[in-house]
């Protein structure tokens, strides 16, 4: 049997399956949706559900997890990429 990568969403503080997350990085001060897995970088995972990411969107947890201003716009490309 395969082992399966579990990882932790910022926001439920559950821990999933990798693939039913999305991380977000940041590499030298950008801010990036890293929708490969693959991105240098300091990384934070959401879950994969609208609720989710309104409630990030909310709580500015971006802008914790980073220490730096995440823009609003991040927020409304994974709400649209997670449709």
Known sequence: ?????MRMCVVTKEKLPKKELIRIVNY???IKID???????????LKK????I???K????????FATEVDTI????LLKIID
């Open 74 to 77: 991040i927020y409304d490309e």
């Open 58 to 65: 909310n709580i500015k947890v971006l802008n914790q997890v």
């Open 28 to 30: 030298e001060n950008e």
């Open 1 to 5: 049997m395969k082992k399966i990568p």
């Open 49 to 52: 559900d609208s609720e989710v």
């Open 35 to 45: 929708v490969t897995g693959k991105l240098n970088g300091k990384g934070c995972y």
């Open 54 to 56: 309104n409630k990030a």
